[in-house]
């Protein structure tokens, strides 16, 4: 508590309490000293008076005159504060009697007493005095004996003479003292304080502006100085606190100063940072539509020619062209996925669905892969549902099952669903390489892959496991890794449990696409190959297309036509209008209800929105035949 009082309190205090002190112990000194005294005095008076009245009593208590006895009582009972008297023999028997005697004190002595005594009970005082024989000179010139030498020959006293004096008047004075005293220190006490307050303003108002002042310059006024008061310490004090609040205004104009270059080179480079990201986001929109057009074309030339028949090595050449251009469209799509998380305008679709075909769907695409690298791939569910978006879903578990095929050189892969709680747990299990603890955290970055130094082409691009967080993330599932560095890995999705709802008509499900004979569909596109590859695959399909180059074309060729059950329109046209704008036309012409398909060669965040704003759904190129079927299966067969 003191730690937390201020100067002038402290200075208060050491000015009172040596003061109130010493006043108190000299008043208590004098007072018990006066007290004594007077204690003494008054017992010295009621002894003289005893001894008085023994050696005038003697003869009468030798001859037994009592009246002269009582006389002499009365005449002592008159002196002040003497309140009783008594004159008893050697036998106890009282001679003489005046005033009251204390009847709390012990009796009247049964016998003459040898030694004078005192003792105080109460508001009295009693004394007892014996009565001894004085000495008595013979004149008869013979003998010299006295009473004296008879007391020395072993003759006891005549009696005793018991005084008691009232204490009242000495209590009284002894009041009358203490209240003095008292009334003595409390004067010290207000004088103590009035010299004391006036001593700690002088200390305590300099320390006040001094604080005042520093508090001031801590709020940032650092213009503020103390005025020099005073001498000595106090005016150092002063001085110091100027000379600090000088360096410190100078070292805040520096720092400023510093500050200030320091945000213009910021900005500065912020700048270019930004146009640097501008460039580099329209160079790779540039670039990504620029070659995903011929890749776009490519595909669907290598599906068609897929479909026709061929000698075996022919076949061989075919596959293999096939494998190259869906590794190429496989590192675009990663880069077209993590662009659209980054741009945030991927939408998850949350519904419960169930968890059992989604997982054996994943293992059969993977299968394949895994048994030319010698892997086995099992599932290990149950019939359970779960509430995510299974496309999003499927995309996470195809990521983590593709990178445990990619770096597991021996072993088997697991896919196992295990139920916690309310909550599943999607596993896969590897025996791989391994991850080593300090880089656990670093794979989920973009770019990253600790086993390709190289930068191996059939290792991708380090990009899947970064679109395996941000989809986690986006779905609000929970994302583990459990690993040991050459005895594989363990990578955990935790998702809520759902419940299935009632039956009813099985969905489509847009994987497993129906027959497409003789459905009449409208294609725009103004990449000559680009179209006239669209074209040869819807019609390997056994659809019928109308195909179109601009708009006006198509509109024209709508006019005269067959009612198309389907528009495919490319994003990006030539002129004002785009791929929206035309499925917007084409539907006032057709009718509302009119399925439509957008692709496009932009990965741009833009793109993405204009589409889900206008309920088409879009396709990257280069489009998989597969997606493109299932997605022209679905808007035919709506659930």
Known sequence: MIARWGVRARVMVAAVVPMLALAVVLTVFFTTSRLADMDEALTARGTAFARQLAAASEYA???????????????????????????????????????????????????????????????????????????????????????????????????????????????GKRDEMLWAGAGSVLLVLVGSLLLASHLSRGVSGPIRVVAHTVARIGQGKLGERVPLMGGGSLRKLAEGVNEMAEKLASAHEDLARRIEEATAEL?????????????????????????????????????????????????????????????????????????????????????????????????????????????????????????????????????????????????????????????????????????????????????????NNERARDKGLGLGLAIVRKLADLLGHGLGLRSTPGRGSVFTVDMPMAQPPAPTQEEDGGRAPGDLQDICIALLDDDPLACAGMEGLLSSWGCEVIPASTPDDLLAMLADSRHPDLLISDFRLHGPRNGIDMVRAVRELLGEQLPAILISGDTGADTQALAQEAGVPLLHKPVRPARLRALINRLRNPV
């Open 61 to 171: 208590v030798f001859s037994g005159n009592r009246d002269a006895l009582q006389q002499l009582a009365s005449a002592v009972l008159a002196e002040d504060d003497i309140v009783g008297v008594s004159i008893v023999d050697r036998n106890g028997e009282t001679l003489a009697r005046s005033g009251m005697l204390d009847g709390q004190l012990p009796p009247l002595p049964t016998s003459a007493v040898l030694e004078p005594s005192t003792m105080i009970k109460g508001p009295t005082l009693r004394i007892i005095e014996p009565i001894r024989p004085n000495r008595l000179e013979l004149d008869d010139g013979f003998t010299a004996i006295t009473l004296g030498a008879a007391v020395h020959l072993g003759e006891a006293p005549l009696g005793s003479v018991v005084l008691e004096l009232s204490l009242k008047h000495l209590h």
């Open 267 to 451: 900005r500065a480079r912020k700048e270019e940072a930004e146009t640097a990201n501008l460039a580099k986001s329209r160079f790779l929109a540039a670039a990504s539509h620029d070659l995903r057009q011929p890749m776009h074309a490519l595909g669907l030339f290598i599906t068609e020619l897929g479909q026709h028949a061929h000698a075996p090595q022919s076949r061989r050449l075919v596959q293999r062209i096939a494998a190259s251009a869906e590794a190429m469209e496989n590192l675009l799509d990663s880069l077209l996925d993590i662009s659209k998380l980054d741009a945030g305008v991927l939408q998850p679709n949350i519904r419960p669905f169930a968890l059992q075909p989604v997982l054996l769907r994943i293992a059969a695409e993977q299968r394949s892969s895994a048994e030319e690298r010698g892997l086995q791939l099992k599932v290990r569910t149950n019939d359970w549902w779960v509430d995510s978006d299974p496309v999003l879903f499927e995309r996470i578990v195809t990521n983590l099952v593709s990178n445990a095929v990619r770096y597991t050189p021996a072993g088997r892969i697991l896919i196992a669903a295990r139920k916690r709680g309310k909550r599943i747990h999607v596993e896969v299990r590897d025996s791989g390489i391994g991850i080593p603890p300090d880089a656990q955290e670093i794979i989920f970055q973009e770019f990253v892959q600790l086993d």
